[in-house]
């Protein structure tokens, strides 16, 4: 599946570069077609409904008992095959637990991305999870000092509000420069720390 086009990619990563033109600070792109596989609730919902299943054949019926088990192989196996696609299965997934896990795959990417270690601690990640419907500004601890929280809350508003609408590529880009803008502010351009992190969008494979 392709998350944004070719096009739309070098358009981010120009917006990128043109932002850290205008500041020390280092920003990086990223979005994901999901933070978990989710694999397990096709399963627990099918083991839940098979278990249930023989009960009412137990108390109302005279089928053989191997007969009844044999159904209720059948249900499960035939529940976890039509629950597994990705946009069923996400249905099975409790919202919190979707944000509880793009929110921890957007902290574990952060720091592999180093922006932990940028000089002045100046690091900005923008994130994008699609199967959660989740986008998160993550900023290292001298930016976060500095700007307040709702501000980076309207920033991801209005990144999601595009991604809704099919313009992912008009939201990131829209949202880099927001976030340069930000950092320009506090953190002006320092040519003995040019930037080492790369400017393209990072598309990450399913998890």
Do not use: C
Not at 43 to 52: I, M
Request: hydrophobic share 55%; glycine share 4%; net charge neutral.
């Amino acid at each position: 599946m392709t998350l944004v086009s070719d096009a739309d990619q070098k358009r981010i990563a120009d917006a990128i570069a043109h932002a850290e033109s205008t500041t020390s600070g280092e920003i990086v792109a990223m979005i994901t077609p999901d933070s978990a596989s989710y694999l397990h609730y096709p399963v627990l919902w099918a083991a839940l409904a098979a278990l249930a299943l023989p009960w009412p054949f137990v108390f109302w019926t005279w089928w053989p008992i191997q007969h009844i088990y044999l159904l209720q192989m059948a249900a499960f196996a035939i529940l976890a095959l039509v629950l597994m696609p990705r946009t069923v299965r996400m249905a099975l997934v409790p919202r919190s637990v979707q944000r509880a896990r793009a929110h921890r795959r957007a902290v574990e990417q952060f720091l592999a991305q180093n922006l932990h270690t940028t000089v002045g601690h100046t690091g900005v990640l923008i994130f994008v999870s699609v199967a959660e419907r989740y986008a998160e500004i993550l900023a290292d601890a001298a930016i976060h000092q500095r700007v307040p929280e709702e501000v980076w809350q309207a920033i991801v508003a209005d990144l999601t509000d595009h991604i809704g609408k099919g313009r992912a590529a008009d939201g990131f880009v829209r949202a880099i420069a927001a976030v340069g803008e930000h950092l320009a502010q506090h953190f002006p351009p320092d040519a003995r720390h040019p930037h080492v992190l790369s400017n393209h969008l990072i598309v990450l494979p399913p998890a």
